[in-house]
C-alpha cells in the first residue's frame, strides 16, 4: 500500500503547496488528547547497556528536554557534542524519551502502535508506551506523515527534545525515528558556525559511498515546528535515490536490503552547499565529512566536531585580523591529516578511512607537528567567544560561505528556503 506525501497552506501557514512524490508509507496519524507529561522511565534494554554513555548528554529516560546551558562548561560541551549521541537502532520519540526497536518489525507508520520495545516495565507493545503518557496515536486521512531525512542532529534525542519542547506541544510529541541507508551520499560540514557555537551538518552527493543516517515521520504541525527551527537550509527534495529504511550499515555491508526503499525524499541542505577546504594530497578544496556520522567507501576526508572547530580557527583567524569589517575569502594553506586520509587511487579504489574491504574507520587523525590541530588549549576560549559576540559569529559565518559549493546533486530540487545566516535557530 502506498500512500502521497503533500505539503498544504492548511498544514502550514508559511509553506507553498508542494508536489506530491510517491513514497512508500502504510498508513499516517495524528496525535490527540495527552492530559500531562508524564515521566514513564523506559528505557530499552539496548539502552540500559549503554547508557554510561548516552544519558549525561541525551537523557534518553528523561521526559523533558535539557535545559538552556548555564555556565561556560555546559555551553562548551553543547558546542563540542554536534550530532549528539543517538539509540544505535531505530527508535519511536515520544515526549522527551526514546523507545527503540527491531527494524523487522517496522511496517509502516500506520503499524505504529503495534511495534514491540523492551521497557523497565517489560517487553511492551508502543500502544501500551502510549496509554502510559496518555498520548493517543490516532489515525487520520487529514493528517499526512512526511518523511524526512535526519542528517545531522535531528535524529539525536537531546536535539528533538530542543526543538519539540513540552510547552509548546501539549498534546504531545510522537516522532517514529527509523535508521536508514543512504547510498551515493555523505554527510559533510556545512559552511555555518550555529547560534550554539556547533559546526553542523548538510548534505553532498558523493558517488559510490553509502551513509547511515534518520529518517524522521513527522506529522504537519511537528513539520512545521521543524521548518522553524532550520535556518540558512532550503527545504529540498531528492528524487532518484535508493534510501533504504530500515537497515544499518552492517547489514548493508552484507548485502542486504532495508524494510523499504524509498526512491523521493526531504531533506534540508545548506542555503550555500558545503564547506570545502584545502586538504594536502588533495587537487582542489573538498568537502569534509563528519567523522562521528558512519560511512562506508568515504572518499572526503573526515574531522570530528572538535576537530572541524580547530580547523574553522585556522582557517578563520586571517579573516578576524584583517582591519576592514566586511568578509574576506580565507586563503589558508592546504591541512595536513593523517597519511589515511588521502583521494582514493584508481589501482584500489580505497578512499580516506577506507579499507579494501569496505569498512570505514573514519580515523582522521592529525600529524603531531601540525601546528592549527594542536591549539585545544585555546579552543575553549574561540568557542565562547563566537557564542558571546554575534556579529564576530557572522562574519566568520560570511567567510565560510565563500569555500562553499553549492550541493552537488543534480536532481534535487529546492521547495522553500527556511531563514538566513542571522537565524538563532535553536535556543
Not at 346 to 370: L, M
Request: hydrophobic content about 35%.
Amino acid at each position: 500500500m502506498s500512500s502521497k506525501i503533500s505539503f498544504s497552506n492548511a498544514q502550514c501557514g508559511r509553506c507553498p503547496a508542494l508536489p506530491q512524490p510517491q513514497l512508500r508509507i502504510l498508513c499516517v496519524g495524528s496525535l490527540v488528547n495527552r492530559k500531562t507529561p508524564t515521566a514513564c522511565g523506559f528505557m530499552s534494554h539496548k539502552k540500559r547497556k549503554t547508557l554510561s554513555m548516552a544519558s549525561s548528554e541525551v537523557g534518553f529516560e528523561t521526559a523533558t528536554a535539557p535545559p538552556p546551558p548555564v555556565n561556560d562548561g555546559e555551553r562548551l560541551k553543547r558546542a563540542k557534542g554536534y550530532p549528539y549521541p543517538r539509540p544505535d537502532s531505530s527508535f519511536v520519540y515520544i515526549n522527551g524519551q526514546t523507545y527503540e526497536f527491531d527494524d523487522s518489525q517496522w511496517l509502516g507508520a500506520g503499524g505504529l502502535e503495534w511495534l514491540k520495545t523492551d521497557t523497565l516495565q517489560g517487553h511492551l507493545s508502543i500502544a501500551q508506551v502510549l496509554k502510559n503518557h496518555n498520548t493517543e496515536w490516532k489515525l487520520t486521512k487529514e493528517a499526512k506523515l512526511t518523511p524526512v531525512l535526519a542528517v545531522g542532529s535531528n535524529a539525536a534525542p537531546a536535539q528533538l527534545a530542543r526543538k519539540f519542547p513540552a510547552e509548546l506541544f501539549p498534546d504531545g510529541v510522537v516522532i517514529p525515528v527509523l535508521r536508514c541507508v543512504l547510498p551515493d551520499f555523505d554527510v559533510v560540514y556545512a559552511p555555518l558556525i550555529s547560534s550554539y557555537g556547533s559546526c553542523t551538518a548538510t548534505l553532498e552527493y558523493s558517488p559510490g559511498s553509502a551513509v547511515a543516517i534518520f529518517v524522521t515521520y513527522l506529522q504537519p504541525n511537528l513539520l512545521q515546528r521543524m521548518h522553524e527551527t532550520e535556518g540558512a537550509y532550503n527545504l529540498c527534495e531528492l528524487t532518484e535515490v535508493q534510501l533504504q529504511i530500515g537497515l544499518g550499515l552492517q547489514d548493508y555491508r552484507k548485502g542486504k536490503v532495508g524494510r523499504q526503499i524509498i526512491s523521493t525524499i526531504y531533506q534540508y541542505n545548506h542555503q550555500n552547499g558545503s564547506l570545502n577546504l584545502p586538504v594536502e594530497g588533495f587537487p582542489q578544496n573538498v568537502p569534509i565529512a563528519i567523522k562521528e556520522i558512519k560511512a562506508v567507501d568515504r572518499v572526503f576526508p573526515a574531522l570530528d566536531q572538535v576537530e572541524m572547530q580547530l580547523a574553522c580557527k585556522h582557517v578563520l583567524e586571517p579573516v578576524l585580523t584583517a582591519d576592514d569589517e566586511e568578509a574576506t575569502t580565507p586563503s589558508p594553506a592546504p591541512l595536513q591529516m593523517a597519511d589515511s586520509q588521502t583521494p582514493p587511487t584508481a589501482a584500489t579504489g580505497e578512499a580516506n578511512g577506507t579499507s579494501s574491504n569496505g569498512a570505514t574507520s573514519n580515523g582522521a587523525q592529525f600529524k603531531d607537528h601540525q601546528e592549527w590541530s594542536q591549539d585545544r588549549g585555546g579552543l575553549d576560549k574561540w568557542i565562547l567567544t563566537n557564542l558571546n559576540d554575534g556579529q564576530r559569529r557572522l562574519k566568520m559565518v560570511k567567510a565560510l560561505t565563500n569555500l562553499a559549493k553549492p550541493f552537488q546533486y543534480g536532481a534535487s530540487t529546492v521547495k522553500q528556503a527556511l531563514g538566513d545566516l542571522y537565524f538563532e535557530n535553536v535556543s
